[in-house]
């Protein structure tokens, strides 16, 4: 039961991507255009980088290379890493 006075809606603020909202909400960009989810979380864009923003599309996640590391752990980094 999101929204009510005996229990606030809960936002959780995750430290790298979007925050998770109790659905369903509103949101209205800065444009002023509403934007609508029932769904049970949503998952609100903060890096911008969304295709489908206000809501988050995952595209806050960093690209991973073929050999499944992220593209700042390889090369140059790599080579001068001491284990
Ligand atoms: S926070 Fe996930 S795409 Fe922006």
Known sequence: M????ERPR??????DGPLLV????EVVAD???VHVSRRFTVAVC???RSRTYPWCDTSHRPRESRRGRPPSLTGGEERGAVS
């Open 46 to 48: 903060t890096c911008r």
């Open 22 to 25: 109790e659905g369903p909400v």
């Open 2 to 5: 999101p929204n009510a006075a």
């Open 31 to 33: 444009d002023g255009t």
């Open 10 to 15: 809960r936002v959780t603020i995750g430290p």
